[in-house]
């Protein structure tokens, strides 16, 4: 008699211990990244955008920039103006994002200089934002699916509850190892990035410096990215934002851009 | 001086036992510290302004020497094998610790800039290599329409392409070499693979010098050691003034070790030096000592060495300080390395002298006089008697005319040192390889189908930022390197930021020719420039201008690294000096090859200079010597013209 409610009080004690340990592990890392992935951002923003690049001499220059983002499911609409420096004013950018897997973006350029629409496209090697320190994937261009993401440990950086995840790309031939982010809990923020080479070596670092709550949205409105193997850094940072102020989609034609910011 | 050589003859033994002990230690200091120079930059008076702006200049364009690897296929390089090759071979340079992956430059890496119908694409030329011959096809004519690649990494005869890897100053190894040398080696065949540059060249010259002495060391002993036996016929003789000049030589790199200076290649020269020195005195104090002991054959060992003392401790020392001296004058060049081969040589000259005069007396004081004396009275033998008389008279001859034989002495060390000098006079170092070894070879190979394996880069420094958007400056600039391409066969290309501007103003205007010129205004010329940074990859673009495009950077390629093929260049470039000051733009110079260029013209001043220092020493110490201005004069007519050939 007595043995037998051992055994019961046994299978109860193993089954509650997995029950336990399967909610103590309540999320992956897939999840965390997918959570960021997710984070709504509303459905069209624009902003200023200041961009300063500094070299490694400590030179800068700065690119100030007016855009307007819009998503539209399938597709999320770019486009960009430059406002200074002065020598390319107007000169703006647009780009389509498709979210169709292996499908390319669609880019065009104007330059007021030439009066002329372009089509570009660029497949090479270097896939960096106006030759900026961010690739077109460190701004949040890149599918949770095509790493794998391992949760290392949770910390507190800046004050924040956060949990860091490894992730490793599943094309080994991608430019980047391995990434770690830092990702505030509840916010579904990633506070900070490293980016590891094809070496192994640490390339950058990615700090937010600033982000904010508007309309209900997290917005990131300042970051920094350092290449710290060329000790060059970038940093970007928005003001003047308005979320969901209702850009019409025929603001992202050939047309607009040509007609510029006045 | 000559009661404090007897007075510490008194004491052989302690003498003896002193200089070996001290040699010893040397040894033991040598082993530990000694290291080979064998960055040919380390040579280079580094606060030279010419060198201290050409090293900032290298910075701000991130210039580098480039290793260039040649793949040859006599049929064609467009068949997918041996584009194959290019693509491994590649991946290969780029995952090398040494190399950084973006300092690669070949077909699979090369951007292509091209025009389409409704705008324009920085594409790869191939990424997976094709297959068919109709991609084939389609690959050589984007080779071939674009003048960014075609001549430049793909030869016009369409069958030799290079791989470029930058490499830093301080990169190269003999082991880097060889890794590169096997890497390059897995691809032979059908193709052939040459590997060629700058780095190349250098490395193996700062290898090849040394390894030349290690191996030009025994000889010279051996045929010091017969030399010395067939003039003093006696090993103990033999021996010790052997013995002088390896201690001297000792001394002198323990003496470097010690205060940790690295052996560079002139230095190597150094147990020459010694070597005539030291074997010079011996042979002055044998010779002595055999025709004393001849006329008192009873003497003492005391009686023999003062006198040996007596005679010879003036000569030996007026010959060794006089070639101190002329070593001593070295110090006025401005190459760090001639100057440390100077100090150092005339230490060891005034050890070998110490010597000379303590330790060869202590030995015969120790191990007893030589006993050629009994063998010539005791064998008549024929041939014996004859080789003696010979000996004999050679000594005698040597008493009787003994200036003149310092004089000539002198003159050979002075032109040794010349001779040693001219190696370095040209700054060429292609041209001081065999003409038929690997490395001219493969650097004519490689020249005779591209621009050119040495680089001259001219930096233009405009007053401020933006300088180089403007479309004067830019067509300036173009202006220059056509006509120095056009005029002077030696050089084969040129590039620079009014190369990708021509690039992009004809591809964004339908591959049109017209427009293959730089556009005329600025805001174009910017517009461009940020419409490469955003497709493009804008670290390519700082290699030709800074940021801020207050500096830019062409870079010239030459099919010859001699200071007459840089000097022909330079000259043409000088025209366009005033047009460039006129708008506010400095010209300046660097590269590695306009270093070795300044380098030379240092060391040919340093030489005249420190010739004509050490001529007036000279004439002065020999004007005291020998009491009399008139005979330093004489003593030093042979120098001069010995001079003067040389400079002729």
């Known amino acids: 008699m007595t043995r037998r409610r051992n055994q019961l009080l046994l299978i109860a004690f193993v089954l509650t211990s997995v029950v336990f340990s399967y909610a103590q592990e309540k999320i992956t890392g897939l999840q965390v990244i997918q959570n960021v992935y997710d984070r709504p951002e509303g459905n069209d923003m624009q902003s200023e955008l200041t961009m300063t690049l500094i070299n490694s001499r400590g030179d800068q220059r700065v690119r100030e920039i007016k855009q307007f983002i819009k998503d539209m499911g399938k597709v999320e609409k770019k486009i960009m103006f430059f406002m200074a420096p002065a020598d390319v004013r107007n000169t703006s950018f647009m780009n389509w994002s498709y979210t169709e897997k292996g499908r390319d973006d669609d880019q065009w350029i104007y330059l007021p200089a030439l009066k002329k629409v372009k089509r570009i496209s660029s497949d090479s090697k270097s896939d960096y934002f106006m030759g900026s320190d961010f690739t077109y994937d460190d701004l949040g261009d890149r599918q949770p699916t095509d790493d794998r993401h391992k949760i290392l440990r949770e910390e507190k950086l800046s004050g924040e509850d956060c949990y860091v995840v490894e992730s490793m790309p599943k094309d080994e031939d991608y430019m980047y190892s391995k990434t770690i982010t830092w990702i505030i809990k509840d916010k579904w923020i990633g506070l900070k990035k490293e980016f590891y080479d094809e070496d192994g070596d640490h390339l950058k670092t990615l700090t937010v410096k600033k982000y904010e709550k508007i309309k209900g949205y997290w917005i990131i409105e300042a970051s920094e990215m350092k290449n710290v193997q060329k000790n060059h850094t970038t940093t970007m940072s928005l003001k003047n934002i308005k979320i969901d102020s209702g850009i019409s989609t025929n603001k992202f034609t050939e047309r607009m851009m040509k007609r510029g910011i006045k | ?648």
């Open chain 2, 1 to 648: 001086m000559e009661k404090l050589l007897k007075r510490v003859l008194e004491y052989p033994k302690t003498v003896l036992v002193v200089i070996l002990l001290i040699s010893v230690a040397f040894t033991a200091i040598m082993k530990k510290n000694t290291r080979m120079e064998t960055n040919l930059d380390k040579y280079m008076p580094e606060q030279h302004p010419a060198f201290v702006y050409s090293n900032q200049a290298e910075e701000w364009f991130d210039i580098k020497d480039g290793i260039i690897i040649a793949i040859e296929n006599k049929d064609g390089i467009y068949n997918s094998g041996t584009l194959q090759k290019v693509k491994d071979l590649t991946k290969k340079l780029q995952k090398m610790k040494e190399i950084e992956k973006t300092d690669v430059t070949s077909l699979y890496t090369a951007d292509n800039i091209v025009g389409t119908e409704d705008g324009m694409d920085v594409k790869a030329f191939f990424k997976r290599v094709p297959k068919d011959s109709a991609k084939l096809a389609d690959l050589r004519e984007k080779v071939r329409s674009n003048e960014m690649v075609f001549g430049r990494i793909v030869s016009t005869d369409e069958t030799v392409t290079v791989i470029i890897a930058r490499i830093g100053d301080d990169v190269f190894s003999q082991d880097f070499y060889h890794r590169i040398l096997d890497i390059s080696k897995e691809y032979e065949g059908p193709e052939k693979v040459y590997v060629a540059g700058r780095p190349i060249v250098e490395g193996t010259m700062a290898y090849l010098g040394p390894r030349d002495m290690k191996r030009m060391v025994p000889i010279v002993l051996l045929v010091i050691l017969l030399v010395l036996y067939l003039v003093l016929r006696n090993v103990k003789s033999t021996l010790f003034t052997l013995f002088v000049v390896v201690f001297s030589t000792i001394w002198a790199f323990g003496l470097m070790a010690a205060v940790n200076i690295p052996i560079y290649a002139v230095s190597t020269m150094l147990p020459v030096m010694l070597i005539a020195i030291g074997v010079a005195d011996g042979i002055h104090l044998y010779s002595h000592l055999y025709m004393f002991l001849k006329e008192h054959p009873n003497a003492t060992r005391q009686e023999a060495v003062h006198d040996m003392l007596h005679e010879m401790w003036r000569p030996v020392v007026m010959t060794s300080v006089t070639t101190a001296v002329g070593f001593i004058s070295l110090l006025t060049s401005q190459v760090y390395p001639i100057k440390y081969f100077g100090i150092f040589t005339a230490f060891g000259v005034m050890m070998a002298m110490v010597f000379s005069l303590v330790f060869i007396p202590a030995t015969l004081l120790v191990f007893g006089l030589p006993h050629l004396k009994k063998k010539i009275k005791t064998e008549e033998d024929d041939e014996d008697d004859k080789t003696d008389h010979l000996a004999y008279r050679f000594a005698e001859g040597v008493l009787k005319y003994k200036n003149v034989i310092y004089a000539l002495t002198f003159i050979v060390v002075v032109i040794s040192a010349w001779g040693m000098a001219k190696v370095w006079i040209n700054s060429s170092f292609l041209e001081k390889f065999e003409k038929d070894s690997d490395i001219v070879l493969t650097d004519s190979f490689i020249n005779s189908h591209f621009g050119g394996t040495s680089t001259l880069n001219v930096v233009l420094e405009g007053k401020s930022g933006d300088t180089f958007k403007q479309p004067a400056a830019l067509e300036a600039i173009v202006e220059m390197q056509d006509d120095v391409v056009k005029k002077l066969p030696v050089v084969g290309n040129s590039f620079s930021l009014g190369d990708y501007l021509k690039r992009m103003n004809k591809v964004m205007h339908a591959d049109s020719e017209r427009y293959d010129a730089i556009p005329d205004n600025q805001d174009l010329i910017a517009q461009y420039l940020l419409l490469y940074e955003m497709s493009g990859d804008p670290d390519n673009l700082w290699q030709v201008v800074t940021e801020d495009y207050k500096k830019a950077n062409v870079t010239f390629q030459l099919k010859s690294d001699n200071s007459k093929a840089l000097n022909s260049a330079i000259a043409i470039i000088e025209e366009y000096r005033p047009k460039f000051e006129q708008a506010g733009i400095q010209v300046n110079y660097a590269g590695s090859g306009y270093k070795a260029l300044v380098f030379t013209d240092l060391i040919l001043e340093g030489q005249i200079t420190s010739l004509i220092l050490s001529l007036l020493i000279i004439v002065v110490l020999l004007s005291f010597m020998f009491k009399k201005l008139s005979i330093g004069l004489i003593g030093s007519v042979p120098i001069v013209i010995t001079a003067l050939i040389g400079l002729a």
